[in-house]
């Protein structure tokens, strides 16, 4: 049971759950299969600048309303009207909606129930776990209607399973089931209710440390791709920033206590 609800236009909310640590951003545009309208898009950053701002949020989790697709993409009805330099000038608010997800500095978990594709599997490739159930299907189709992965997909897929398997899965624009998914390593937990797991996995998450877990991600997405003596400079940053916190402090108090923390956040 959520405990707040927050509209961002008409096509996505943000509910608190936890005590208010877990905030799930829903896509609710179920008519359209969550097709990322230039609206739409908007409202997912000004969800994202929300969330990244409330320092009350330990954990994320993107999910959808819809019952046949978490999100299928770029809204290509509306790109259909569009000429060039209309096309041009969306760019920068589509973009703003997954570098809004994927710099959320709270770990995020994507629950996956139907269509992910395109841009909607971006939106999940961009969360920092993805939860999905039987009825997942998961893809980068754009090159069989003209276009590239936009959402980050070139990008993070490649990070995801590596250079050959993702070049295969985009250069194909095949679709992939969920079963297949997970012996891929496109999708992390298999779940009889998306949803359902993906909320229980990120409450797991949101009763550690909020410092230390916004910290770990931030080693983590920083540290990627460097080589190993700047990575580790990175992750020492990042232990200073939370060894020296008042969760640490509380951490260590509540561990010789045997009682549950209270994490101050700071």
């Known amino acids: 049971m959520s405990e707040s609800e927050q509209r961002f236009g008409e096509f996505v909310a943000v509910r608190k759950h936890e005590h208010g640590h877990v905030a799930e951003l829903v896509l609710d545009r179920p008519k359209a299969m969550n097709a990322v309208s230039t609206e739409m898009a908007r409202s997912i950053r000004a969800a994202c600048?929300?969330?990244?701002?409330?320092?009350?949020?330990?954990?994320?989790?993107?999910?959808?309303?819809?019952?046949?697709a978490f999100c299928v993409g770029a809204d290509l009805k509306e790109r259909n009207s569009f000429s060039d330099a209309d096309l041009s000038r969306q760019?920068?608010?589509?973009?703003?909606?997954?570098?809004?997800?994927?710099?959320?500095?709270?770990?995020?978990?994507?629950?996956?129930?139907?269509?992910?594709?395109?841009?909607?599997?971006?939106?999940?490739?961009?969360?920092?776990?993805?939860?999905?159930?039987?009825?997942a299907v998961v893809g980068l189709p754009e090159v069989s209607v003209?276009?590239?992965?936009?959402?980050?997909?070139?990008?993070?897929?490649?990070?995801r399973v590596g250079a050959a398997r993702a070049a295969e899965l985009v250069f194909t624009a095949r679709r992939?089931?969920?079963?297949?998914?997970?012996?891929?390593?496109?999708?992390?937990?298999?779940?009889?209710?998306?949803?359902?797991?993906?909320?229980?996995?990120?409450?797991?998450?949101?009763?550690?440390?909020?410092?230390?877990?916004?910290?770990?991600?931030?080693?983590m997405r920083l540290g990627h791709g460097l080589d190993l003596r700047a990575g580790l400079e990175v992750e020492d940053a990042a232990w200073r920033a939370t060894a020296f916190s008042g969760d640490r402090a509380e951490g260590v108090a509540a561990f010789n206590e045997k009682?549950?923390?209270?994490?101050?956040?700071?």
């Open 49 to 68: 600048d929300a969330l990244a701002a409330d320092r009350e949020v330990r954990v994320g989790v993107v999910s959808s309303t819809s019952e046949r």
């Open 91 to 135: 760019r920068p608010t589509t973009r703003g909606a997954y570098t809004g997800v994927l710099e959320l500095p709270m770990p995020t978990v994507a629950a996956v129930h139907g269509f992910a594709l395109g841009g909607g599997f971006e939106l999940a490739l961009s969360c920092d776990v993805i939860v999905a159930d039987a009825t």
């Open 146 to 159: 003209g276009v590239i992965p936009g959402g980050g997909g070139t990008q993070l897929l490649p990070r």
């Open 176 to 219: 992939v089931e969920a079963a297949e998914a997970r012996e891929l390593g496109l999708v992390d937990v298999l779940a009889e209710d998306a949803r359902t797991e993906a909320l229980a996995l990120a409450a797991r998450m949101a009763a550690n440390s909020p410092v230390g877990l916004r910290n770990a991600k931030k080693a």
């Open 259 to 266: 009682r549950k923390p209270q994490w101050p956040g700071e």
